[in-house]
């Protein structure tokens, strides 16, 4: 092994070391530069003796198999033998395949195009959490998934390989710890889990470097947090962002929009946010407003911000090919789009028809795409909600070889997503100066540094419910806390009754929408039936009252909503839990997710909890069948839990001005953070934080951060 500058070269060529602390990085040395990682890198020395490099907890033998101990024990190490396929397809089979949509991992294995392969031992134990969006639950051991940004509209099932996001992130828990494993690497990639063989797991890019971190810990919890030391931390949002969303595609006009904001204040249904679909633009061209049905934009926004509502518009990256059209002409003048191999702009189609793709790797590309968003703030736009991004595009797939700078269509097609959320985000901040919310459906590995998700186009089904709350999970553990799904499915048509489900779950998901497709049922709480109508208000009066309790979760550096794996990873059972949830560390949910239930059966983890709404004591460490009448969903809160709660009936953040500490008998210890909601502040010490310790029946607060004025104590109510 040879050393330079605290790396080290293995006899085949990776290089070894420790850029950032705690974190190993084994590269070939090929990577021009990463689109994920943000940490400022220099390399630690380790302790070397023989073969063997430590640093601290960690010790790596790069000439024995990259082998990574944590504490001693063996987390990871090559797999020595190779792979051993377990299906082999005829030419026949694979263009059958092919046809039918996906391309299958088998064909272009067979075509050569997995480049870099890296194969692990899989412990029999080892369970494998993480890779964002993908289908299917919780632990994806036995799981084989592509990431390759795909817009598929058709229900998303298991057997799907490849959604919106390519997070080239996953962990591996077993027995003798936690490694999470970042594949640095925006070509194609594949992860096979122990699908192909039980003793391995393995994961290929289809081109580029070989480049990927090995993050250590105990637990799921210490490498998630080492993770987003080194791809950044999901963004804290402006207050207001964690209220209710209402969305369609579209609503049509200035009027429509109003209307449905009174609506929802006539019949006391809670709202923060509307979005503004498609047709609001003059015909799909981005940065503008139709003029006949969105004639006064400012007027409109200037109208909702009375009532306490602000506007949240879609930006699309495909641009209209029309000469005439400013964002086009620019475009085309600046040198802002992608080209074909012959250097003339590439063409595809999205919504406007004929259309161009921004090539967000420039850097001049990102600034001017930034500038034009203060087009949307000018007009008192909020927020702004990146579609299309994959990029998708209506006359296929762009073609391999259509050219970024900074590559072409393969190595860029899986950032392309999140270098349109970059620039959004830094150009939301210059207009605007708050916090910026941008919403994406396409992003990767470190998007969370810029933008929220929401899991795309889902479908009112029951089945797309659950779905939804595995997403969101394993997205938490991908380190993209704000994330949400299409609250009452996207295409195909709500029934009542998964409509007020869909509510209970939106109540706790980190980022609460309503939003429904074109010619399905209208999905508004309001267009449904009364008692339709009174659930959905009480999920939302749920959501208005937990706030900031969410607003103090989001003020973490831990999911918001998170699998009870992340709480309580030694209890078996929890690994593999994929219909409960926890929000935060003390307050465990158990959502309905079949219809005709009025109750069912909940899993608590050792302890004494207590049921949040009767005050009903509970042992933990085993199953409670708890009551789940229709308008209610099972929330459990853990023995000194303190949840910070809104007094009264709050209709959007903006009302809640005073706060009560709820607070479970037991041991325990809490910090609730104020800040003003909305400014940057809060990363410069413009907070006050009340720290409160429970005992039994005895609570004390403490404020330990005075950056904010308000108050010293809050009042309490002791729920049991
Ligand atoms: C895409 C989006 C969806 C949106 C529609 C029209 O399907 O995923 O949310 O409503 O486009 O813009």
Not at 90 to 118: D, R
Not at 240 to 252: I, N
């Amino acid at each position: 092994m040879e050393r330079k500058h605290n790396e080290f070269i293995t006899a085949s060529g990776l290089r070894v070391s420790m850029p950032v602390p705690g974190i190993v990085r084994v590269t070939d040395g090929m990577h021009k530069g990463s689109y994920m990682v943000s940490a400022p890198t220099r390399r630690t020395a380790p302790k070397v003796s023989g073969e063997a490099l430590t640093w601290g907890k960690i010790t790596v033998e790069p000439e024995n198999g990259m082998a990574l101990f944590y504490d001693g024990k063996l987390l990871c190490v090559d797999y020595p033998g190779s792979r051993r396929l377990r299906t082999s397809l005829s030419p026949e089979e694979v263009a059958q395949l092919s046809s039918e949509g996906h391309v299958p991992s088998e064909a272009l294995a067979e075509a050569g195009e997995w480049k870099v392969e890296v194969v692990k031992t899989l412990a029999p134990d080892a369970v494998v959490y993480g890779l964002g969006d993908k289908t299917g639950f919780l632990n994806k051991r036995h799981y084989a998934y592509e990431n390759w940004n795909t817009d598929d509209p058709t229900p998303h099932c298991d057997n799907y390989k490849s959604l919106y996001k390519s997070i080239n992130f996953f962990m591996v828990y077993s027995e003798n710890g936690c490694l999470g494993i970042l594949a640095d690497n925006s070509y194609r990639t594949r992860f096979d889990f122990g699908k192909e063989q039980e003793d391995y797991y393995f994961w290929s890019h289809a081109g580029g470097a070989l480049d990927y971190y090995m993050i250590p810990g105990k637990t799921p919890k210490e490498v998630l947090r080492r993770y987003q030391s080194l791809t950044g931390r999901s963004m804290l949002q402006q207050k207001w962002v964690y209220g209710f969303h209402q969305s369609k595609w579209s609503y049509y006009t200035d009027g429509e929009v109003l209307g449905m904001v009174s609506t929802m204040r006539e019949n006391k249904l809670p709202i923060d946010a509307v979005h503004m679909d498609i047709d609001y633009m003059e015909g799909f061209r981005v940065f503008t407003f139709n003029s006949a049905r969105f004639s006064d934009p400012k007027a409109m926004t200037a109208k909702l911000a009375e009532q306490n509502v602000k506007a949240i518009t879609i930006i699309d990256p495909g641009v209209k090919l029309d000469p005439g059209y400013f964002v086009y002409d620019e475009g085309v003048e600046q040198g802002h789009f992608a080209r074909n191999p012959d250097g003339s702009i590439y063409e595809g189609a999205v919504w406007p028809g004929p259309a161009v793709f921004p090539d967000y790797t420039q850097e001049k590309t990102r600034i001017w795409w930034g500038e034009k968003v203060k087009i949307m703030t000018d007009a008192g736009i909020r927020g702004i909600w990146n579609d299309m991004n994959e990029p998708a595009n209506f006359t296929g797939p762009l073609p391999d070889d259509v050219k970024f700078s900074e590559g072409n269509h393969k190595e860029i097609h899986n950032v392309f997503g999140h270098l349109m959320a970059k620039a959004t985000y830094d150009g939301l901040l210059k207009a605007d100066g708050r916090r910026p919310f941008v919403l994406t459906r396409a992003c990767c590995a470190g998007s969370q540094r810029y933008c929220s998700g929401w899991t795309g186009d889902n479908h009112s089904m029951w089945q797309h419910l659950q779905l939804s709350l595995t997403q969101m999970m394993n997205l938490g553990l991908s380190g993209m806390n704000m994330v949400g799904s299409d609250v009452g499915g996207f295409g195909s048509d709500a029934t009542p009754e998964l409509l007020v489900r869909w509510f209970q779950l939106g109540a706790i998901s980190p980022f609460f929408r309503d939003h429904y497709a074109k010619g399905t049922r209208n999905q508004e709480a309001y267009a449904f039936d009364q008692a339709t109508m009174d659930g959905c208000r009480k999920a939302l009066d749920l959501r208005y009252h937990l706030l900031p309790y969410i607003y103090d979760l989001a003020h973490e550096d831990m999911p918001i909503l998170r699998p009870l794996v992340l709480e309580y990873p030694e209890d078996p059972v929890c690994r593999e839990l994929t219909d409960q949830c926890m929000l935060g560390d003390r307050l465990l949910a158990a959502p309905v997710m079949t219809p005709g239930v009025s109750a069912r059966a909940v899993y608590l983890p050792k302890g004494v909890w207590f049921d949040y709404y009767t005050g009903k004591r509970y042992t933990g460490g085993k199953y409670v069948l708890a009551e789940a009448p229709a308008d209610r969903m099972p929330l459990f809160a853990k023995a000194g839990a303190v949840i910070p709660v809104s007094a009264g009936k709050p209709q959007c953040v903006e009302e809640i001005t005073r706060v009560v500490l709820e607070v479970f008998p037991g041991n325990g210890r809490y910090v609730h953070t104020m800040d003003d909601g909305e400014s940057m502040d809060y990363l410069d010490g413009g907070v006050r934080r009340i720290e409160i310790r429970v005992q039994g029946h005895q609570l004390e607060q403490k404020v330990i951060a005075d950056g904010y004025p308000g108050p010293d104590v809050l009042e309490i109510r002791w729920m049991a």
